[in-house]
Structures are given as C-alpha cells and as structure tokens.
T-cell receptor, first 116, second 113 residues
Framework: QKEVEQNSGPLSVPEGAIASLNCTYS??????FFWYRQYSGKSPELIMS??SNGDKEDGRFTAQLNKASQYVSLLIRDSQPSDSATYLC????????????????WGLGTSLAVNP | DGGITQSPKYLFRKEGQNVTLSCEQN?????MYWYRQDPGQGLRLIYY???????QKGDIAEGYSVSREKKESFPLTVTSAQKNPTAFYLC????????????FGEGSRLTVL
C-alpha cells in the first residue's frame, strides 16, 4: 500500500516565525509532489508543486524535495494568521514516463495555527 | 473567470434516495475527478475521467455513478447503495490526467437523514 505520511499537528507557531511542514512517502518511483492548503470547511487549493530534488521558492513558500530520503517539506516564512489552515501533501504514484493517469496519494494533512 | 462550479453547496436527503451532485468547469481541462472527504480522513478518490465519454473507478466507487458526456461536466450520483453517504464531496479538474495539479470546486456537503 503506497502511503503519504504527515504529522497531524496541530503545529503552532508565532506570527512572523518560520513554519516547517514535513511529509514522507513510500513510493520510491514517485516524481511529482504537491502541497495543498485547505481552510476549515473549504476545498483544497494548490500552493506548490515540485518535481526535482532541491528547493523551489514561491514568495513566502519554499518546497524542499529529497527523493533519496523520500521526503518533501514546505517552509512558510514570516507566517501570518491567514496561513492557519491544514496543509495536505500529495504525491503522484508511479513514474512520469508511465503516460497513463496516475492517481494522487494524499496525506491526512498537518494543521497549522499561527498565533498573533 | 475560469473555474469549477459545484452545486448544490448543501444538500439534505432522506435515506434511500438517490442524489446527483453537479460539477461544471470552464477551464478547458481534460481530466475531472470526484473525491470524498470525511472528518479525520484523507481525500479518497471516487471516480475520475481523463477524457469525454471515459471514466474509471477510484478507490471507493461502490454506491456511486458518474457520466462524462461533455468535457465541461462530470456529475456524480450518490445512490441508495452507498452505505455512508454523508460527507463533503469535492470535484476537481486538471489539464491532463497525468498531472497532480488539481483545481477544486467549492465542494458539496451532503447530509443523509
């Protein structure tokens, strides 16, 4: 059974701090990784995708991927109360070359609370 | 503005009734998906469709049915065979069926009394 694991939290950080969210996955051939943000009672929203080892930055968000360790993380710099949400990690099963539709494997999410 | 529209947002039904949830997208995406989300559980895939007139079962298809007669539309019917239909239902689309970059609708919350 392919799995994506996240700490459920809640992760609590003060406003202005760096929030670090972690995700591990079991499918060694996965090559596509995604972070979604979900506010309470709302639908998920894609905030970052990463396909290569290393860091990818977009504004206050940085995604980090280490395929050898099967580990992907999301850093949120200068955390704001509006960042308080559940962050879902998702991994495409299988290799990019497969060509066929590859399902997303979802983690249960980490709840983040940013305290003013 | 392009996006995905789900309706209704809230729906109450009596046990034993079939209900149909609507999902329409104007993003010109090929692939569409239906997920179910329950408290404390991850997103679970019900059905997905890569192209018009084609769809596949996801992980929890029993008690559900779909159609994909138009590229823009992917309605989900929750039948009376679904044992625990009360849930938050999410429709999503993606440019192709091989990407994990999904765009979600606002969701439909179904309560079966």
């Amino acid at each position: 059974q392919k799995e994506v694991e996240q700490n459920s939290g809640p992760l609590s950080v003060p406003e202005g701090a760096i929030a670090s969210l972690n995700c591990t996955y079991s499918d060694r051939v996965s090559q596509s990784f995604f972070w979604y943000r979900q506010y309470s009672g709302k639908s998920p929203e894609l905030i970052m995708s990463i396909y290569s080892n290393g860091d990818k930055e977009d504004g206050r968000f940085t995604a980090q991927l280490n395929k050898a360790s099967q580990y992907v993380s999301l850093l949120i710099r200068d955390s704001q109360p509006s960042d308080s949400a559940t962050y879902l990690c998702a991994v495409n099963e299988g290799a990019l070359e497969a060509g066929n539709n590859r399902k997303l494997i979802w983690g249960l999410g980490t709840s983040l609370a940013v305290n003013p | 503005d392009g996006g995905i529209t789900q309706s209704p947002k809230y729906l109450f039904r009596k046990e034993g009734q079939n209900v149909t949830l609507s999902c329409e997208q104007n993003l010109n995406h090929d692939a569409m998906y239906w997920y179910r989300q329950d408290p404390g559980q991850g997103l679970r895939l019900i059905y997905y469709s890569q192209i018009v007139n084609d769809f596949q079962k996801g992980d929890i298809a029993e008690g559900y049915s779909v159609s994909r007669e138009k590229k823009e539309s992917f309605p989900l019917t929750v039948t009376s065979a679904q044992k625990n239909p009360t849930a938050f239902y999410l429709c999503a689309s993606s440019l192709t069926g091989t990407t994990g970059e999904l765009f979600f609708g606002e969701g439909s919350r179904l309560t079966v009394l």
